[in-house]
């Protein structure tokens, strides 16, 4: 569950990204976050990973005040967040199955269990026979499902994308859908921040769209409505 409120964001050069923002998504949901370029999508997103605090307002992100939450206790948050970048952000150096094994949050987990959590993961993104090459052995496509993989591999109740598909082909756009799709179907929240009015137009789901740091449209089953 993520409640804001009053939730105003000012970044330190005095812009101001968000004026007053009031939402709340359920658990489960699966949400298209759109708008004009600048209108306050990443900020919107970044404030629920706790990558930037707000100027004002409350953030409840799974019953957990983000207001009173400690530094140290950051990661705790983020252990039921998992983000997916439209530039992947994998290590470069690492293979997929190192990528995949490092996000693990291990706790005294034994190396069997490691290598099976990242074997199902790598299973629901398909890419099981990748599991030895490095990222830049990969196409675009399959690194943004390794990334993908990486964002779920902890089990997170949120899964939060920002422009997911914004460096893939249509056809490529289309398979990455149906992956977060499925982790849908299996409970985990989906919040996504895209400019694809044809994803958006084709898949329903509810649409929040921010213009001008505000929420101007929140629809179920909404349309992209934007001429970018
Ligand atoms: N780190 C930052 N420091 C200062 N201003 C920022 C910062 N990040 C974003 N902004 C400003 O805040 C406003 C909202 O930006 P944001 O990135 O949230 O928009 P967006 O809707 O995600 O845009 P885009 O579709 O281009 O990614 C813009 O005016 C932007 O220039």
């Given at each position: 569950m993520i409640e804001m409120q009053g939730v105003q964001m000012v970044y330190p050069n005095g812009v101001s990204a968000l004026n007053g923002i009031d939402v709340s998504i359920s658990q489960g949901e699966f949400v298209y976050v759109v708008g004009p370029s600048g209108a306050g999508k990443s900020t919107f997103v970044s404030l629920i990973y706790r990558e930037e605090k707000p100027t004002d307002g409350s953030i409840i992100i799974n019953g957990v005040h983000l207001r009173k939450l400690k530094e140290r206790k950051i990661p705790y948050l983020r252990r039921d967040i998992g983000v997916v970048y439209q530039d992947f952000k994998l290590l470069p150096r690492l293979t997929v199955y190192e990528n995949l094994a490092f996000a693990l949050e291990v706790i005294e987990e034994n190396p069997k269990n490691i290598k099976k959590r990242v074997m199902d993961v790598l299973d629901l993104v398909k890419l099981k026979h990748k599991a030895r090459q490095i990222p830049d052995e990969l196409s675009g496509g399959e690194q943004q499902r390794v990334s993908i993989a990486r964002a779920i591999i902890n089990n997170p109740k949120i899964v939060i994308a920002d422009?997911?598909?914004?460096?893939?082909d249509p056809e490529t756009s289309w398979e990455i859908m149906q992956i977060f799709e499925e982790i849908n179907n299996r409970g985990t929240t989906v919040i996504m921040a895209t400019h694809s009015r044809d994803i958006v137009n084709a898949i329903r789901k509810r649409v929040i769209a921010f213009e001008d740091g505000t929420i101007v449209r929140d629809e179920d089953r909404g349309e992209y409505g934007y001429e970018i």
């Open positions: 422009e997911p598909t914004g460096n893939l």
